[in-house]
């Protein structure tokens, strides 16, 4: 694939992707499909959707993305993932953000030194097209999709960019697309006042593991070259594709000022760290901050292809207000899921709707109460 598709004979990246095959007689398509992160790999997850009921019908193709798994990646460690400055209990000070603010502008900026032209390329953009070259190679002149949490950023890419490819789309937990980090904040800060105690449910999709160690090894089939080890979660992806959608940062100061000035208006401590990539490990420092490359914001429009928008009533890392603002600005249905369970819309009593509109665009209704 090129770097940048707008200088198509220029440097190339490379992409890897997993199939697994329809195992009933009657395959209805190809399923493109993406677990978020953003920096997470794609290619295990086909294996574990066979197991959705409603699924089997489908190839399913799981794609690492430019920058992730076994694609080509950035070598740099120097990201804004650094463990904080201070171990232990954190006492939350300006001074303290602000020292971190630093730490995170010197290693954002010698990972870009180091990975730059690739950093930069990491769009949803650049992302959805590799997915449509992944569909032309497959040989397919449509596909349906399914995206998790980061994947519904790039669900809405390739919707806007390559409608006359897609047959129908599943976005759960979308994310918000907008590109002000003060109003992304204040959503989920909000959102963490008016459910404080989120139920538990498994660690979401764009997680990153909690295991470093190696993954197991699987033996490969008869005649079938060994998959490339995975790369399971890549820190600098996460942060390029996280920055370069949204509006460049200002001086630590006045992040720490905005910082207070959001977690009062919900009525949170200031120690309150607002869940997303975006945000440092310190709350009030951005991982953001130093950030080089422009906010290139997303592509997001309204094509009318079937789109099913699946919003968690009480859920805190991707807010409820973000599925309904997703529906007003790209259209599609919005099913509300009555709990707070991040990108679980495959993994529980509610999955049928899901997978039941992906075959046949089947109305699912605007509420479901998954059984306990």
Not at 40 to 62: C, F, H, K, N, S
Not at 252 to 279: F, G, K, Y
Request: hydrophobic share 35%.
């Amino acid at each position: 694939m090129p770097l940048h598709y707008d200088v198509p004979d220029g440097p190339t990246v490379d992409i890897a992707i997993s199939r697994m095959p329809a195992s009933s007689k009657h395959k209805r398509g190809t399923l493109l499909v993406n677990p978020g992160g953003p920096g997470l790999e794609a290619r295990t997850l086909p294996v574990m959707l066979t197991e959705v009921a409603g699924l089997a019908d489908w190839d399913i193709i799981g794609v690492d993305l430019r920058g992730t798994g076994a694609s080509t990646h950035p070598t740099c460690t120097a990201i804004s993932d650094a463990a904080p400055p201070t171990s232990g209990q954190i006492t939350q000070t300006d001074s303290e953000a602000r020292a971190f603010v630093d730490t995170i502008t010197r290693a954002n900026r010698d990972c870009t030194e180091t990975d730059g032209p690739l950093l930069s390329s990491l769009t949803p953009r650049n992302a959805a097209h590799d997915l449509d070259r992944v569909r032309a190679a497959l040989g397919v002149d449509r596909v349906s999709y399914y995206g998790a949490s980061w994947g519904t950023e790039l669900g809405v890419a390739y919707r806007t960019l390559f409608p006359h490819r897609l047959d129908t789309m599943v976005l759960d937990s979308p994310i918000y697309l907008g590109t002000s980090p003060d109003q992304q904040n204040r959503d989920l800060a909000q959102a963490i006042g008016r459910h404080p105690h989120p139920e538990e449910a498994p660690p979401p999709a764009d997680e990153p593991p909690a295991d470093d160690g190696p993954a197991a090894e699987t033996t490969p089939q008869p005649d079938t070259p060994p998959a490339p080890p995975l790369n399971l979660f890549t820190p600098a992806a996460r942060t390029a594709y996280t920055c370069n959608v949204l509006d460049p940062e200002p001086d630590a100061h006045a992040q720490w000022a905005a910082h207070v000035a959001i977690t009062s208006e919900a009525r949170l401590p200031v120690s309150t760290r607002l869940p997303h990539p975006a945000n440092s490990e310190i709350p009030g420092a951005s991982a953001c901050s130093g950030w080089p490359t422009p906010g290139q914001g997303i592509d997001a429009t309204d094509t009318r292809r079937p789109l099913l928008i699946v919003g968690h009533r009480s859920e805190t890392t991707t807010p409820h207000v973000w599925a309904t603002q997703a529906v007003g600005r790209v259209g599609g249905r919005l099913l509300t899921i009555e709990d707070g369970a991040h990108g679980s819309g495959l993994g529980g009593s509610c999955a049928d709707y899901l997978t039941a509109f992906l075959a046949d665009q089947t109305p699912p209704p605007t509420t479901c109460t998954p059984e306990r």
